[in-house]
């Protein structure tokens, strides 16, 4: 009993004591009940000695000035003409006591008295909070989107121009500040020039196609017509008709002599060329089909249209071999390709869609444009597409999606893109404009507004389709004022006659 009574006088005096010393400390006293006292110190120490506690064990490589002394901990700082390095240990950054009911460790008993170097290194070895970790993250990714675009990056928010150095090595982090990049100089592209206006619709010219051959090219019209005129003469050889409405998509195999098109009517048709005669109906979209495309490897047909979804056909049977819904308005272009994702769409939904053919599911969707997607182009070389919408013309980086740049400065509803081999991008609008584009860089180098033909109004020009030939040296457009026009590389341009006017100081003054 004697025993007994000791111990429990000695646990209680030690709690007393304990809580004597923590009511000093924050001047609030607390009921001796142990659990809850249990608790409260456990919060105490994770809110105020977490850091410290967690904190992971650093090896310095420390030097210092002159002659060894000692601290007021008993340790001593060694001096650097000794001409060796001590590895510095260091477990703890102040001699406070443990907090009562947790015992020292053998990491934290020892208690040194770091040097000024070593207290930067700590600081910087702390581990950073969720908060900095996820702006460090998107700063690195708006940096990168930055410099590919060529902008300043002194137009970012101030935390992206300096990177912490990584404090795992035998470094002292410090601040470096990073060199602004400046836009990379686009490569120099001769300026294009109309050289032939085509005539012979009746109808606004919405779509236009060059055959695999290189011979001659086919144009659909809201006068219901299909005309195949000749590339080199730019004469008419044949008119096409059947489609009871506003033709919107012309395509030429290159795997058979067949000519699809379709239109406002609903119907996707298939001609063959060698009887000049519709041979296959594709049955099934509910709207007007606004597009369609071919497949290069596989005899797969792909259309859009308004009713919200794109279909996949079975070119010989005619089977609807997938309908891909997912979009809510309606899909204004598609695109195929032999590498996944194989489809991507565009829609007046705003968004665009990258889609696996074999599943017939949606694999990314794409909600960066604000306003209505109207074309999308695939680089003929590279693993890239653009798209075009009023808001912007923005690059992306396929199998994903990942985003590259904006091309901004067309301010215009954008109705169709094509970009050739050398980097040329050509987006043509609704207002008639064209500009043109070096891929790479982004660099607007010309700007083209042709004039309306005699007898059209001057609200008229606008362009529907635009498309480079096989061989990339003309580029034929389809437009409002019921004309097809051709235009090829200036001859005589020198980068001394039509220099880039690009400067990097010019750049640089748009931070702001």
Same mark, same amino acid.
């Given at each position: 009993?004697?025993?007994?009574?000791?111990?429990?006088?000695?646990?209680?005096?030690?709690?007393?004591?304990?809580?004597?010393?923590? !009511?000093?400390?924050?001047?609030?006293?607390?009921?001796?009940?142990?659990?809850?006292?249990?608790?409260?110190?456990? !919060?105490?120490?994770?809110?105020?000695?977490?850091?410290?506690?967690?904190?992971?064990?650093?090896?310095?490589?420390?030097?210092?000035?002159?002659?060894?002394?000692?601290?007021?901990?008993?340790?001593?700082?060694?001096?650097?003409?000794?001409?060796?390095?001590?590895?510095?240990?260091?477990?703890?950054?102040?001699?406070?006591?443990?907090?009562?009911? !947790?015992?020292?460790?053998?990491?934290?008993?020892?208690?040194?008295?770091?040097?000024?170097?070593?207290?930067?290194?700590?600081?910087?070895?702390?581990?950073?909070?969720?908060?900095?970790?996820?702006?460090?993250?998107?700063?690195?990714?708006?940096?990168?989107?930055?410099?590919?675009?060529?902008?300043?990056?002194?137009?970012?928010?101030?935390?992206?121009?300096?990177?912490?150095?990584?404090?795992?090595?035998?470094?002292?982090?410090?601040?470096?500040?990073?060199?602004?990049?400046?836009?990379?100089?686009?490569?120099?592209?001769?300026?294009?020039? %109309?050289?032939?206006?085509?005539?012979?619709?009746?109808?606004?010219?919405?779509?236009?196609?060059?055959?695999?051959?290189?011979?001659?090219?086919?144009?659909?019209?809201?006068?219901?017509?299909?005309?195949?005129?000749?590339?080199?003469?730019?004469?008419?050889?044949?008119?096409?008709?059947?489609?009871?409405?506003?033709?919107?998509?012309?395509?030429?195999?290159?795997?058979?002599?067949?000519?699809?098109?379709?239109?406002?009517?609903?119907?996707?048709?298939?001609?063959?060329?060698?009887?000049?005669?519709?041979?296959?109906?594709?049955?099934?979209?509910?709207?007007?089909?606004?597009?369609?495309? %071919?497949?290069?490897?596989?005899?797969?047909?792909?259309?859009?249209?308004?009713?919200?979804?794109?279909?996949?056909?079975? !070119?010989?049977?005619?089977?609807?071999?997938?309908?891909?819904?997912?979009?809510?308005?309606?899909?204004?272009?598609?695109?195929?390709?032999?590498?996944?994702?194989?489809?991507?769409?565009?829609?007046?939904?705003?968004?665009?869609?990258?889609?696996?053919?074999?599943?017939?599911?949606?694999?990314?969707?794409?909600?960066?444009?604000?306003?209505?997607?109207?074309?999308?182009?695939?680089?003929?070389?590279?693993?890239?597409?653009?798209?075009?919408?009023?808001?912007?013309?923005?690059?992306?980086?396929?199998?994903?999606?990942?985003?590259?740049?904006?091309?901004?400065?067309?301010?215009?509803?954008?109705?169709?893109?094509?970009?050739?081999?050398?980097?040329?991008?050509?987006?043509?609008?609704?207002?008639?404009?064209?500009?043109?584009?070096?891929?790479?860089?982004?660099?607007?180098?010309?700007?083209?507004?042709?004039?309306?033909?005699?007898?059209?109004?001057?609200?008229?020009?606008?362009?529907?389709?635009?498309?480079?030939?096989?061989?990339?040296?003309?580029? %034929?457009?389809?437009?409002?004022?019921?004309?097809?026009?051709?235009?090829?590389?200036?001859?005589?341009?020198?980068?001394?006659?039509?220099?880039?006017?690009?400067?990097?100081?010019?750049?640089?003054?748009?931070?702001?």
């Amino acid at each position: 009993e004697v025993q007994k009574h000791s111990v429990h006088t000695l646990v209680f005096r030690s709690l007393k004591r304990t809580h004597d010393m923590f !009511v000093a400390d924050n001047a609030k006293p607390i009921p001796l009940d142990e659990e809850s006292h249990k608790v409260k110190m456990a !919060v105490k120490l994770r809110t105020e000695y977490g850091s410290v506690l967690h904190m992971p064990t650093l090896k310095e490589n420390l030097r210092e000035k002159g002659s060894s002394t000692g601290d007021p901990y008993g340790h001593k700082q060694y001096s650097g003409n000794q001409g060796q390095e001590l590895d510095y240990v260091v477990t703890g950054t102040h001699p406070y006591p443990s907090g009562p009911g !947790v015992a020292l460790t053998a990491d934290t008993k020892v208690q040194r008295m770091p040097s000024e170097s070593a207290a930067q290194s700590l600081a910087v070895a702390l581990p950073a909070s969720q908060s900095r970790l996820d702006a460090n993250r998107t700063a690195a990714g708006v940096g990168d989107i930055y410099r590919h675009a060529g902008m300043s990056e002194r137009s970012q928010p101030s935390g992206m121009s300096v990177a912490m150095v990584e404090a795992g090595g035998n470094k002292n982090s410090a601040l470096m500040p990073k060199k602004a990049p400046t836009m990379p100089k686009p490569q120099w592209h001769p300026p294009w020039k %109309l050289y032939r206006v085509i005539s012979g619709h009746l109808g606004w010219v919405r779509c236009i196609a060059v055959e695999p051959g290189n011979q001659w090219f086919v144009t659909g019209s809201a006068d219901r017509t299909i005309k195949i005129w000749d590339l080199a003469s730019g004469k008419l050889k044949l008119s096409l008709t059947g489609h009871i409405s506003t033709v919107r998509g012309v395509i030429v195999s290159a795997r058979s002599p067949y000519l699809f098109s379709c239109g406002e009517d609903k119907q996707v048709k298939c001609w063959d060329l060698e009887y000049n005669k519709v041979i296959r109906h594709y049955h099934g979209h509910l709207s007007a089909v606004y597009g369609l495309d %071919l497949h290069p490897t596989i005899d797969v047909l792909v259309t859009c249209s308004r009713d919200s979804t794109a279909r996949i056909w079975d !070119v010989r049977t005619k089977a609807s071999v997938h309908t891909l819904s997912g979009h809510t308005n309606a899909v204004a272009t598609v695109k195929c390709q032999a590498a996944e994702p194989q489809i991507i769409t565009g829609s007046h939904d705003t968004t665009i869609r990258l889609w696996d053919l074999v599943a017939g599911k949606t694999r990314v969707t794409l909600t960066n444009h604000k306003k209505s997607v109207r074309a999308v182009v695939l680089h003929p070389r590279h693993y890239t597409f653009a798209s075009g919408s009023p808001d912007n013309i923005k690059q992306w980086k396929f199998p994903d999606g990942n985003f590259i740049q904006n091309l901004s400065g067309h301010n215009a509803i954008i109705n169709t893109l094509a970009v050739n081999s050398d980097g040329v991008l050509v987006s043509g609008a609704d207002n008639g404009t064209m500009h043109l584009w070096d891929w790479r860089t982004g660099y607007n180098f010309q700007r083209v507004h042709a004039a309306v033909q005699p007898g059209s109004l001057d609200s008229e020009s606008g362009i529907f389709a635009c498309v480079f030939d096989q061989s990339e040296s003309r580029l %034929l457009t389809a437009e409002a004022d019921k004309t097809i026009k051709v235009y090829k590389e200036d001859d005589t341009a020198t980068e001394e006659t039509h220099p880039v006017s690009w400067k990097p100081e010019i750049i640089k003054r748009k931070r702001f």
